[in-house]
């Protein structure tokens, strides 16, 4: 049995080493007496997983800045309602070697190394975190960050989950009667909530950009409270946030709404579904081949909506909002932001449940007064059970506490999650949510999320059992199970699982790299071995649809993936796949669409140039003239601005890789 370690810090959670790497295992502690440090006055385990979410997003923001500051390599692994950071060890001796930030809750905080003192105040500068008193020790970032001094005499940085500062518990508003008398307004009800509802790397840089003022990662907690500038820094984050909330968001909203793979998922693939049901009735493997064809279709669309909410600063508890924005003009779009709220809720109730049930047959700590032993292993036989029964919670119309979930509680486990949700008109305790979202849509989502697979004979049976003419009204994007549609009825035993996998984020800033080098092959084969060349643009393919989903800002990762889908969209249209081009192109036009609110660069143009030039000739060989003239004319748009725009730096580091990478071949 591998025992827990004192490494120093408690919001981590439990920690162990084993072969070299830190294991943490995320975990809600108490801080003292009937005080628990994420969930307050009761444990949560729910707002610990998120917790290292976030150490996790900082550090690979923090990577894509290529600081000087060394940082150790790190995955994350989730697993049966668990959560672990998986984290290189590196050459540090505990307060020996720290030289910034502290390590012990705040009693000694350090600044001694001018040059570490120096490249902090430019990384704020750079990113938009400004200089803050901690109990008198000037620090840029949160008071409990840590920079040591290595015995490789490198320096390392630890301890990233709040390196970004909190979203405002509070927002403002403005007196009906009198514009200039401003009052706050409780968002939160539990102040912990600073402590894992944070704003995104890039709500930070856009606000410093536009108001020239940086934020305080420790706003609104004890470590600001001796410095005489707190109440300011408290203002500026409810400014960044209010920014959030009012600007970032409804631009979000309207890109998503115009989004080229929404809009081909809801035009084209949702209602080539219905057209094999109704016409091919009794094809059975066709049906099965394009219900399997649509799940794919489903979690793509699912992903980029995650990547889209993330590429512009907004985190997923903000799906309320959203939804509220679009519920009368888009109602397509309000059913799909409902099901992947319902199934992210859904993701959380059955972790938690699995956890409980673990922890009540679990081994309790040999001594009960060690806050850093863990007091269970996971499992997945109850995690399975818990799958199990939600899974049959969905299709099921016929049990009082079936039921009873759908129509109450489920509603007040959304609303905890996603403020403003669900509309006046589903709230009633006699509506049934499941008429309200896409069930397929939340069955696919949500098997791939709790990284569940079903056996093949078990999914056969669910798509042939409910997916008829009757129960589809693709029209208007309803929710396609009808209980009435079929008598039959599907359940779901343990032994239909076939496996469950961990799912993983990992650091993919090497899979970037790797698709930078392969990218760089392939130019270099095209005119030598077009066999080889292909090879090379599909590991290219490959490495950037892996890592794009979790750096979805890098302006490196965007411009690369874009000139690669650009070239898999050719390879496509030569073959004769024409769908598969087109759906490469929308890939490239998105990620460029986002690599632009980054940098604004020659080559980005000159990319996003040649993408409308290929989309275009595609338009007209389709016969659709109108839309290529349009594009055309964006094209050639985008090849002024890159005349009279600067060459990209992100370009010429890529450049620089990828010749190393050869000359290393």
């Excluded at 997003?57 to 998986?86: D, E």
């Excluded at 536009?210 to 609104?220: E, I, N, R, V, Y």
């Excluded at 080229?260 to 009735?281: E, F, T």
């Excluded at 890939?587 to 609110?597: I, K």
């Amino acid at each position: 049995t591998i025992q827990p370690v004192n490494v120093g810090g408690i919001a981590g959670g439990t920690k162990y080493i084993k072969n070299g790497i830190l294991y943490k295992f995320a975990q809600d502690v108490e801080v003292a007496p009937n005080l628990w440090l994420y969930g307050g006055k009761q444990r949560n385990d729910e707002y610990a997983l998120k917790a290292a979410g976030r150490e996790m997003t900082s550090l690979i923001f923090f990577a894509t800045q290529w600081s000087k500051i060394k940082h150790p390599l790190m995955a994350l692994i989730n697993y049966c309602g668990y959560r672990v950071i998986a984290s290189s060890l590196v050459p540090i001796d505990g307060d020996a070697t720290l030289v910034y930030g502290s390590r012990n809750a705040g009693k000694s905080v350090h600044a001694s190394n001018k040059e570490v003192n120096t490249m902090m105040e430019e990384l704020g500068t750079k990113i938009g975190l400004t200089p803050h008193l901690v109990f008198g020790t000037s620090i840029v970032g949160p008071g409990d960050i840590e920079i040591h001094m290595g015995k490789d005499n490198n320096y390392w940085m630890l301890d990233f989950a709040r390196l970004m500062p909190p979203e405002s518990p509070f927002t403002t508003k403005t007196n009906s009667e009198d514009s200039e008398k401003v009052s706050l307004v409780l968002l939160e009800e539990d102040s912990r909530a600073i402590f894992y509802k944070l704003l995104r790397p890039l709500v930070v840089s856009l606000y410093y950009k536009k108001t020239g003022q940086g934020l305080c990662s420790d706003a609104f907690s004890s470590w600001d409270k001796t410095d005489p500038n707190r109440s300011e820094h408290c203002k500026d984050v409810i400014g960044a946030t209010v920014y959030l909330h009012d600007v970032i968001i409804p631009n979000f909203i309207k890109r998503f709404r115009l989004c080229a793979l929404w809009r081909s998922y809801v035009g084209k693939y949702y209602h080539q579904v219905a057209d094999v049901i109704k016409n091919k009735p009794n094809d059975q493997r066709k049906q099965q081949a394009v219900m399997e064809e649509h799940s794919n279709v489903c979690l793509t669309v699912c992903r980029e909506l995650m990547t889209l909410c993330h590429s512009y600063g907004v985190n997923y508890r903000h799906l309320g909002r959203i939804r509220l924005a679009c519920r009368s003009k888009h109602p397509k779009l309000s059913t799909f932001i409902l099901t992947v709220a319902t199934v992210r809720t859904l993701k959380n109730l059955i972790r938690n449940e699995s956890r409980e049930m673990l922890s009540k047959g679990s081994i309790k700590r040999s001594n009960p007064e060690d806050k850093t032993s863990s007091s269970f292993i996971p499992a997945e036989e109850p995690y399975i059970e818990a799958v199990i029964k939600y899974f049959n919670m969905l299709f099921d119309y016929s049990t009082h506490e079936t039921l009873l979930f759908w129509k109450n509680q489920i509603k007040t486990e959304l609303a905890v999650r996603f403020r403003y949700i669900l509309k006046p008109e589903e709230l009633p305790p006699e509506v049934d949510l499941r008429d309200k979202i896409n069930i397929h849509l939340g069955f696919v989502y949500l098997s791939s999320i709790l990284g569940v697979d079903l056996k093949p004979s078990t999914l056969e049976s669910l798509w042939l059992t409910y997916y008829t003419p009757n129960s589809i009204s693709f029209s208007s994007f309803s929710p396609v199970y009808s209980p009435t549609a079929n008598s039959q009825r599907i359940i779901f035993l343990k032994s239909d699982v076939s496996r469950v996998a961990e799912t993983l984020r990992k650091m993919e800033l090497s899979t970037a790299l790797a698709g930078i080098k392969c990218y760089s092959l392939f130019k270099e084969n095209s005119h030598k071995d077009k066999f080889l060349a292909l090879k090379y643009l599909d590991s290219a393919e490959e490495a950037y649809n892996e890592c794009y989903e979790y750096i979805p800002t890098c302006a490196l990762t965007n411009m690369w993936s874009s000139a690669v889908l650009l070239e898999v969209a050719k390879r496509d249209n030569k073959r004769g796949d024409v769908k598969r081009a087109d759906w490469s192109l929308m890939q490239a036009r998105s990620r460029l669409d986002v690599a632009l609110t980054c940098e604004k660069s020659k080559e980005m143009y000159e990319i996003y140039g040649e993408t409308l030039d290929q989309m275009s000739r595609m338009s007209k060989k389709a016969g659709k003239s109108k839309k290529a003239v349009k594009l055309e004319q964006e094209a050639n748009e985008m090849k002024k601005c890159a005349g009279a725009s600067e060459p990209s730096a992100n370009w010429a580091f890529g450049t620089f890789v990828a010749k190393g990478a050869w000359q290393l071949k």
